[in-house]
């Protein structure tokens, strides 16, 4: 231990490009600390500028992982079914100290591993397929060096986790696949399996890696042995913990919400979310290959740069050329499983993303393009390697990309709001929000306690990591049977009502509509018993001022 702690940098970079070792691949604590010191500066500079919260789904997202422990009802049942819960299980111990749950360095706590584990794991990928020092530092410069890569780590957005979580599944399969030692059906369930069955409960490009992962655990163990029945257990072996996990979302929502499907199809699906926006008719990609290629990859361009994405095309090209079918190449395909399935679900309708190319433009989910990270940074690391094959080229083509990598960070610097999608995107969910936010704050400063009704749920209202006070003294849709009586009476519940007046109608279901602005409006008594104490364009705060 004293000569790993006190190795030389000499020594260190002779250890990045060393042949792996059985199951040890040199190198990979150095990329693993390095990952973690780059991960902390990010949160430092995101938390210190409040950006990390921007995004109103990353404030929605600390908010579930709270709730289980701090709420009207708490439980397991606060996971709810919108998004899958393993971003929030991971994020529950770190919320339940207020002051990381409202300033947002829980998902910085937990995006510095991620980020670690994200960067460690495409290392260890470029390793297993052979390649040395050049493409294996190829893989993390495409993570570490891009600031949209770094600033989503930095939140408690649902990629950091999915993202590490595919690529934990991806390394699994990788050290399968290409290791001399037969391993049986058990271990690869466990190096394999399990961050896989992770990556299915993180997000649904899980499920997509899951069944290519599958297909391809099959055509390598029928090549190596040529016989059936060892394909099969193979594959058995590896699916059957995701299968597992996908078992029990099933029976979660069965057992929550007497619908096994309501994940797919209830009131706050995805489904029912893009059937409203269809309805509206903005969702021009749906149907239209063209409009879908188009739109996705402009949110790729600005997400990436055009310098990763040129290499990873060259990468492309040169694996296919060098390796044909090998395994390497079917498990570099496996990785982009997640980039296929956010290209399909953009063609059927199931997912939206708007960017300054699209139609209509705006900025909505541009951050989905980063689920193609672990393809292109393979990619990438498979280019340059082949670039850097002559030795005398090998140090002018690292200074080279870090050279080009400097120069698109220092083009984007100079508007990083419009020229990263990512950014752009968070931006303008903090300037919808900008009203709430305030009205936010006012009450955190004002509140002693007494209780708060508002419906957390409405447009703008996903603020409850700024609020900052205990989710338990709050009325809202999370709260189990207590939210209705509360609607009913407000005086016997709430000193404070919080509310958002633009949605005064519409489906009580649909999101933007405030159910408790709608209630209020019906009820003759609310104004005898309640003053207006703070007000903007959009939201107003009241204080109750009599309980009879």
Same mark, same amino acid.
């Given at each position: 231990?004293?000569?790993?702690?006190?190795?030389?940098?000499?020594?260190?970079?002779?250890?990045?490009?060393?042949?792996?070792?059985?199951?040890?691949?040199?190198?990979?604590?150095?990329?693993?600390?390095?990952?973690?010191?780059?991960?902390?500066?990010?949160?430092?500079?995101?938390?210190?500028?409040?950006?990390?919260?921007?995004?109103?789904?990353?404030?929605?997202?600390?908010?579930?992982?709270?709730?289980?422990?701090?709420?009207?009802?708490?439980?397991?049942?606060?996971?709810?079914?919108?998004?899958?819960?393993?971003?929030?299980?991971?994020?529950?111990?770190?919320?339940?100290?207020?002051?990381?749950?409202?300033?947002?360095?829980?998902?910085?706590?937990?995006?510095?591993? /991620? &980020?670690?584990? *994200?960067? #460690?794991?495409?290392?260890? %990928?470029? @390793?297993?397929?052979?390649? =040395? +020092?050049?493409?294996?530092?190829?893989?993390?410069?495409?993570?570490?060096?891009?600031?949209?890569?770094?600033?989503?780590?930095?939140?408690?957005?649902?990629?950091?986790?999915?993202?590490?979580?595919?690529?934990?599944?991806?390394?699994?399969?990788?050290?399968?696949?290409?290791?001399?030692?037969?391993?049986?059906?058990?271990?690869?369930?466990?190096?394999?399996?399990?961050?896989?069955?992770?990556?299915?409960?993180?997000?649904?490009?899980?499920? /997509? &890696?899951?069944? *290519?992962? #599958?297909?391809?655990?099959? %055509?390598? @163990?029928?090549?190596?042995? =040529? +016989?059936?029945?060892?394909?099969?257990?193979?594959?058995?072996?590896?699916?059957?913990?995701?299968?597992?996990?996908?078992?029990?979302?099933?029976?979660?929502?069965?057992?929550?919400?007497?619908?096994?499907?309501?994940?797919?199809?209830?009131?706050?699906?995805?489904?029912?979310?893009?059937?409203?926006?269809?309805?509206?008719?903005?969702?021009?990609?749906?149907?239209?290959?063209?409009?879908?290629?188009?739109?996705?990859?402009?949110?790729?361009?600005?997400?990436?740069?055009?310098?990763?994405?040129?290499?990873?095309?060259?990468?492309?090209?040169?694996?296919?050329?060098?390796?044909?079918?090998?395994?390497?190449?079917?498990?570099?395909?496996?990785?982009?499983?997640?980039?296929?399935?956010?290209?399909?679900?953009?063609?059927?309708?199931?997912?939206?993303?708007?960017?300054?190319?699209?139609?209509?433009?705006?900025?909505?989910?541009?951050?989905?393009?980063?689920?193609?990270?672990?393809?292109?940074?393979?990619?990438?690391?498979?280019?340059?390697?082949?670039?850097?094959?002559?030795?005398?080229?090998?140090?002018?083509?690292?200074?080279?990309?870090?050279?080009?990598?400097?120069?698109?960070?220092?083009?984007?610097?100079?508007?990083?709001?419009?020229?990263?999608?990512?950014?752009?995107?968070?931006?303008?969910?903090?300037?919808?929000?900008?009203?709430?936010?305030?009205?936010?704050?006012?009450?955190?400063?004002?509140?002693?306690?007494?209780?708060?009704?508002?419906?957390?749920?409405?447009?703008?209202?996903?603020?409850?990591?700024?609020?900052?006070?205990?989710?338990?003294?709050?009325?809202?849709?999370?709260?189990?049977?207590?939210?209705?009586?509360?609607?009913?009476?407000?005086?016997?519940?709430?000193?404070?009502?919080?509310?958002?007046?633009?949605?005064?109608?519409?489906?009580?279901?649909?999101?933007?509509?405030?159910?408790?602005?709608?209630?209020?409006?019906?009820?003759?008594?609310?104004?005898?018993?309640?003053?207006?104490?703070?007000?903007?364009?959009?939201?107003?705060?009241?204080?109750?001022?009599?309980?009879?």
């Amino acid at each position: 231990m004293a000569t790993s702690v006190s190795i030389s940098p000499r020594a260190a970079w002779e250890r990045l490009g060393a042949p792996v070792q059985g199951r040890k691949v040199p190198g990979t604590r150095i990329i693993a600390v390095a990952a973690a010191v780059v991960g902390y500066a990010a949160c430092l500079y995101s938390m210190g500028h409040g950006i990390n919260l921007e995004y109103s789904d990353a404030q929605s997202h600390l908010t579930i992982a709270r709730r289980i422990f701090d709420s009207k009802a708490p439980g397991f049942e606060q996971l709810g079914t919108v998004w899958l819960p393993m971003p929030h299980l991971l994020l529950a111990p770190f919320v339940l100290n207020m002051w990381l749950f409202s300033t947002g360095w829980a998902a910085g706590l937990l995006g510095i591993p /991620a &980020l670690s584990g *994200t960067a #460690t794991g495409l290392y260890l %990928i470029a @390793a297993r397929l052979g390649l =040395g +020092r050049s493409g294996r530092l190829a893989t993390t410069l495409v993570v570490l060096a891009n600031p949209a890569v770094l600033y989503v780590y930095t939140t408690a957005l649902t990629e950091p986790v999915l993202i590490m979580c595919i690529v934990g599944g991806m390394a699994g399969l990788a050290h399968w696949s290409t290791s001399r030692r037969r391993m049986s059906a058990g271990e690869l369930a466990v190096f394999a399996g399990i961050p896989s069955a992770a990556a299915v409960l993180s997000r649904y490009e899980g499920w /997509a &890696l899951v069944m *290519t992962g #599958t297909l391809f655990v099959f %055509i390598v @163990a029928k090549r190596r042995t =040529g +016989r059936w029945r060892e394909a099969f257990v193979m594959a058995g072996g590896y699916v059957m913990v995701p299968a597992a996990a996908v078992a029990w979302w099933i029976s979660y929502n069965w057992a929550v919400y007497g619908n096994p499907l309501e994940f797919m199809f209830g009131q706050y699906s995805a489904y029912a979310q893009q059937k409203s926006i269809t309805d509206g008719g903005l969702l021009p990609t749906k149907g239209n290959l063209g409009l879908t290629l188009a739109t996705f990859h402009w949110s790729l361009l600005e997400t990436v740069g055009v310098v990763v994405l040129v290499l990873a095309a060259c990468g492309g090209v040169v694996l296919v050329f060098r390796r044909g079918l090998a395994n390497s190449t079917l498990l570099v395909a496996v990785s982009g499983s997640a980039y296929a399935f956010a290209l399909v679900s953009l063609f059927l309708g199931q997912t939206a993303i708007n960017n300054d190319h699209s139609l209509p433009t705006s900025w909505w989910n541009n951050r989905f393009a980063l689920t193609a990270l672990p393809l292109l940074a393979i990619l990438v690391a498979v280019a340059v390697e082949e670039l850097a094959r002559p030795k005398k080229v090998r140090r002018w083509l690292i200074g080279a990309l870090l050279a080009a990598l400097l120069v698109q960070n220092v083009w984007w610097s100079a508007d990083p709001a419009a020229r990263l999608a990512v950014l752009a995107e968070g931006k303008m969910s903090a300037d919808s929000t900008t009203n709430s936010t305030a009205a936010a704050r006012w009450l955190h400063e004002q509140y002693q306690s007494g209780g708060i009704l508002m419906d957390e749920s409405a447009r703008g209202n996903a603020v409850l990591p700024v609020l900052g006070i205990p989710l338990k003294d709050i009325f809202n849709r999370a709260s189990g049977d207590y939210f209705a009586p509360a609607l009913r009476a407000p005086s016997k519940y709430a000193k404070w009502v919080f509310v958002n007046v633009e949605g005064g109608t519409g489906a009580t279901d649909s999101g933007p509509t405030d159910l408790v602005y709608q209630a209020i409006l019906k009820d003759p008594s609310f104004p005898v018993r309640y003053s207006l104490a703070f007000s903007t364009p959009t939201h107003r705060i009241y204080e109750r001022t009599s309980d009879s």
